[in-house]
Structures are given as C-alpha cells and as structure tokens.
C-alpha cells in the first residue's frame, strides 16, 4: 500500500473510531498549575473545556504535562506554531475581513515532515500548500518558501540548503537559502516515491516508499548507496515512511507496515528492530515520524492513534503523550516530528498546526 493510500485510510472515520474503542488505556495529560491554588472550570474558546485559576495564582500559566502524578513529569507541552494569518481573530475582524472580501485561510494547511536548521531555523513541509514554512525559533520570525512540487513530505537542511522530498513528483529537490532550486534527482535514481529524509554528514538518506529501501544521496545529487528491499525480514521493508539519525550516525527507519522500527548502520547494515501490530501500549497502528532527544529515548508518531510514544534505546515501551483531539497535547493525524536540545515539535497535521513539548530530564 502506498503511503497516499496510507493516508486515505487515515481519513476513514469508521476505521478510526474502531481503532480507538479497543485502545489500551494509556497516560493523559495532567493539567496543573504551577503554584497550587483554587481554580474553576470554564468553557475555552475553542470548544473544550480549561481550566482557570482564581486569586492570587490567577495570571499564572498553567501546563499539560505526561505522566500522570504521582510520577514526575516527563513531558510538558509549550506552545503550538501557526502562521500569523492563521491565528484566531476578533468576531468585529472576521465580520470585517468578510465584508472587504480580505479574509484569508489558515496558511499552514497540512503540515507534514519537520527538520531544524542552523540559526534555530525549523523548516515544516506541507504537501496541500506546496510551500515550506521557516520559523525561528529564537526570535519568532516566520516566512513561507512556496516550491513547485506536487506533494512536499519530508524536508532537511544542511550546510544553508533545503532538501525537500516530492512523493508525487519521485524527486528531490535542493534549495539554497532563497528558495532557488540548485538541483533535483528523480527517476534517474530510480525514486518511485520519497518521502522521509534526513541529512548528515554531506550525504542525504531518503526513504523510497514505494522501492521499499533507502536511497542514499550526496549533497551534488549523486546517488551513492542503496539498501533494503520489500519483505518482512530483518533489513527489508513495507512501505517505510520516515527516518532519522543519532549522534553516532545509526539510521532509524519506521518500516511502516510491518508495524515496526528497524536501527541500521550509516552502510545499512542491520542492527535490530523494535514494534508491532496493535493499538496497546508500545504496538503501533500506523507509525510515521521519528526522533531521537539527547538521552537516546526514540520518539515514533503514530498516525492513526494520535499519540507519541517513547522508548528506550533498546526498544522498550516508556511513555506515551497525547490523545485524539484539537486540544493543546491533542492531535489529529500527527505525522513528522523533530528534536533539538530536548525540545519536541510534532506536526499536528489536520489541526494546522506544530505543537512543541520539552522533554524534562531527570534531576541527579
């Protein structure tokens, strides 16, 4: 199956309903605040409810965090990344904006793979919009790069260059700074359908989804390696989606419909793998992005039950956040998902958005 296919029945409400009655139950996220006080419930304004302090603490923030008490949190939730004009605005703006005919929708429309940049640049792929959206991080900046593709899935940056990954298109296309194409690789390498992509030491690892492999290419556009083949053996794939790289160079690839996750060497050489069919702690029902935060702990997004599990670098079930929702810590088909200096950006990708967590590490 396809990874468009993959995503169509993502979409299918039945199957999905289905999946979540026979979940295992699993953390949610606690809302406390941080100084204690009395607090009261009161409709938010998105629908959902909140709540909100009273008193002295009132104007103090308040967090979701993961696990629940009385273990010590693990996860926190930061903050969720729109472009400006998706931001929500006054009842008296939006009559205005339909009156003057200048309403605008959301710009981030569905975002897809993630990758952080030098300068603390975080470059968000979203195929619908057929665009790239950089925000900085440190300053909040924002802009958009729009790309002529036909479905923009994963993105990495290296050296002051953007790779972008066209599914559709069988290509990968190299931007410089400003967006200018330098060079694109395509049916000459044999790509049938990329899509995860990571960058690291002048070379980029494409996942090939339908080649069932990984693509190895220079930063020139050669191709240089390719592993993997279609089975559920050790080293072969069905239908891989993304991939990502640890600090000594191993490769983990979500091999995703063989509901697991597979550790290779920089050659492709296997190493293990981890993960199964199911919807209970640790089981995998339609994985997608993967990570990896400073402790070695392997963060995979799974699609389907709109959570981010955590395991250990041994492949050990440790955590899950999230839960089905439009929510803060809620997410609607989450897919890509990067790390740096332990903080966590999914993208949320039919809420329109990224959402950001820090992993909290254990004090000594």
Known sequence: MAEQDCAAQHRDSDNKVSCRAVRAPRSRAVTRFVAASACVIVLGARGGNVARAQGPAAARPIEHVWPDPPAPARIRFVTSLVPRSARRRSVLRKLWDVVSGGADAPVMKQPYGIALGAG?????ADPPGRAVHVYDVRDGGYSKIDIDGESLIGVAAMGGRLFVTDSVGDRVMCLNSSGKRQWTVGAEAGLLRPTGI??????????DTLGHRI??????????ERFGSRGAEPGQFNYPTSIARDRAGRLYVVDSMNFRVQ????????????GQAGDGSGDFSRPKGVALDSNGHVYVVDGLQDVVQIFDPDGRFLLAFGQPGHDEGEFWLASGIAIVNDRIYVADSSNGRVQVFDYLKAEP
């Open 120 to 124: 603390g640049k975080l470059y968000v």
């Open 198 to 207: 990571v960058a690291a030491d002048d070379r980029l690892y494409v996942v």
């Open 215 to 224: 693509v190895a290419i220079g930063v020139d556009g050669r191709v240089l």
């Open 263 to 274: 550790l290779f060497t920089p050659q492709g050489r296997f190493i293990s793998a981890f």
